[in-house]
């Protein structure tokens, strides 16, 4: 008796109750990845060799006998059953609409599919309002009520894997190089335990106070691991206690699993308006203040810094996440849906849910419940989440001769420019009453916001 395992955002062996399922089905195991061509298409560089180390390692921990399959996954995993004498294909759910129609077709073939777990400690769906049986739109109810229906604790790794050595062709291993002047974070579930291991004994004792400012490393930099499944949420849950930074970095957590519920209830949000009546907005076409934005090259330290980092590392930190969004739809006047497409592009924790509600939150079309439209203000942004100019420093080294105070505002200073840094490409203040005055034009009912 031979049961498939098929990994796709779950690459690791702890914590993985449908590896288990899937191990105890049979006398042994065909572990496969498939790569799929659709996916491959929509990654950029840095995610996909993200993903070819975390299938080297994931490799390594199944004593080098994980399938690498390239090809359409009915295709591939009838193959495999018939070549394998297996019966059973074991998954971990998925909810976004790309998995969630990939799986339907799978099973549509008359392959048996046996979902076990999914990537979130409660799956998408399963949080819904006690009144009416509907699901939550707003953050803070739905993190209260899924505090409420709590999760399963996590399952060990399994102590003996006996997993088929693979056949001649079937380890298609891609050769996804490193980018040139890129430094990704190390992949896998080793790295992902041993960079928990460093933010839990370290910087989580104070997630509360610097989570928000970017020159510090004060956030776990889990994304990428949990985005690939390397480790899952319910491990990080579990040692969680009732302190105050814990309780925030709890709250992240269900930051993911809130955007994953909106996705799964709204699927069409992921490309399109949560909010519909945004779509009527007065929005600009992509031009050369796009453009600037992609490489940087704005004017504005704090949103330059982010955007190269991005580019550099495949990663942002989430307060600059926002300030760059907001910077794209409410100074620039462009849909987020550019935007989204750049993160998706470049960012290796991509996941379609956070990434698109995360844009809609911040481009004031999304589930953001506060009583008015915010509009990041790039410059104090930068003065408060940077205070001594280590973030800008770092990404933007034409103004790394400017002082703490000046970096924030080069314009201001007569050697501010003295490294060809870009002068701003459009004057925040009077954008931001542009903004407000577009935001008029679809009746907008919301009071005009303070400055933030
Ligand atoms: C415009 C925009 C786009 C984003 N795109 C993505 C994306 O594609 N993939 C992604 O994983 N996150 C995305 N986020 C959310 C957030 O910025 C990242 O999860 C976070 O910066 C990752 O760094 P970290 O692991 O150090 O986070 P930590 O602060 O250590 O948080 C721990 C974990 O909680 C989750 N989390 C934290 N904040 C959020 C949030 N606001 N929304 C959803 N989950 C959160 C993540 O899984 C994160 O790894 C986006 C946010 C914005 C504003």
């Known amino acids: 008796m031979r049961s498939i395992f098929w990994f796709r955002r779950d690459l690791r062996l702890a914590?993985?109750?449908?590896?288990?399922?899937?191990?105890?089905?049979?006398?042994?195991?065909?572990?496969?990845?498939?790569?799929?061509?659709?996916?491959?298409?929509?990654?950029?560089?840095?995610?996909?060799?993200?993903?070819?180390?975390?299938?080297?390692?994931?490799?390594?921990?199944?004593?080098?006998?994980?399938?690498?399959?390239?090809?359409?996954?009915?295709?591939?995993?009838?193959?495999?059953?018939?070549?394998?004498?297996?019966?059973?294909?074991?998954?971990?759910?998925?909810?976004?609409?790309?998995?969630?129609?990939?799986?339907?077709?799978?099973?549509?073939?008359?392959?048996?599919?046996?979902?076990?777990?999914?990537?979130?400690?409660?799956?998408?769906?399963?949080?819904?309002?006690?009144?009416?049986?509907?699901?939550?739109?707003?953050?803070?109810?739905?993190?209260?009520?899924?505090?409420?229906?709590?999760?399963?604790?996590?399952?060990?790794?399994?102590?003996?894997?006996?997993?088929?050595?693979?056949?001649?062709?079937?380890?298609?291993?891609?050769?996804?190089?490193?980018?040139?002047?890129?430094?990704?974070?190390?992949?896998?579930?080793?790295?992902?335990?041993?960079?928990?291991?460093?933010?839990?004994?370290?910087?989580?004792?104070?997630?509360?106070?610097?989570?928000?400012?970017?020159?510090?490393?004060?956030?776990?930099?889990?994304?990428a691991h949990l985005k690939w499944g390397e480790i899952h949420p319910r491990t990080l849950l579990a040692e969680l206690n009732q302190t105050k930074a814990h309780d925030v970095f709890r709250k992240e957590i269900a930051w993911r699993e809130f955007y994953a519920d909106v996705l799964h209830n709204n699927p069409h949000t992921e490309s399109d308006y949560y909010a519909p009546r945004f779509k009527e907005m007065r929005y600009e076409e992509p031009g050369k203040a796009f453009t600037a934005w992609c490489e940087g090259k704005t004017g504005y330290p704090f949103v330059d810094a982010a955007m190269r980092q991005l580019v550099q590392e495949g990663w942002m930190h989430n307060r600059t996440r926002m300030v760059v969004a907001s910077f794209l739809v409410k100074d620039l006047h462009l849909e987020w849906q550019l935007g989204a497409d750049f993160f998706m592009e470049h960012l290796v924790d991509f996941d379609v849910a956070s990434n698109a509600h995360g844009w809609q939150w911040t481009a004031g079309c999304g589930t953001d419940a506060s009583p008015y439209y915010r509009v990041f203000n790039p410059i104090e942004q930068g003065k408060r989440f940077d205070v001594e100019g280590k973030y800008i420093r770092k990404y933007v080294p034409e103004l790394a001769h400017l002082s703490d105070s000046e970096i924030h505002e080069p314009w201001n200073y007569l050697d501010g420019y003295l490294h060809n840094y870009p002068e701003r490409i459009v004057d925040h203040a009077v954008e931001r009453l542009e903004s407000l005055a577009r935001l008029q034009e679809i009746k907008e009912d919301k009071p005009l916001p303070p400055e933030n």
């Open 15 to 223: 914590d993985n109750p449908a590896l288990l399922a899937a191990i105890d089905a049979g006398d042994e195991l065909v572990p496969v990845f498939i790569l799929d061509p659709s996916l491959i298409g929509k990654s950029g560089s840095k995610r996909l060799a993200y993903l070819g180390q975390s299938l080297r390692a994931l490799d390594e921990s199944l004593g080098n006998k994980l399938h690498v399959m390239v090809g359409d996954q009915v295709e591939v995993l009838k193959d495999l059953m018939k070549r394998y004498d297996a019966s059973e294909v074991h998954i971990s759910e998925e909810f976004e609409p790309y998995g969630l129609a990939r799986d339907a077709r799978v099973e549509a073939s008359g392959i048996k599919l046996i979902r076990t777990g999914s990537p979130y400690a409660v799956s998408p769906g399963r949080v819904r309002k006690p009144s009416d049986n509907t699901p939550y739109k707003v953050y803070t109810p739905f993190y209260r009520a899924w505090l409420v229906h709590g999760w399963r604790g996590p399952v060990a790794a399994p102590k003996n894997i006996k997993a088929v050595t693979p056949q001649v062709g079937d380890r298609n291993f891609p050769d996804w190089p490193l980018p040139e002047g890129v430094s990704l974070t190390p992949a896998g579930e080793r790295a992902a335990h041993a960079r928990w291991k460093k933010f839990k004994d370290g910087a989580l004792a104070n997630y509360d106070e610097e989570r928000n400012n970017a020159g510090v490393d004060g956030t776990s930099k889990l994304s």
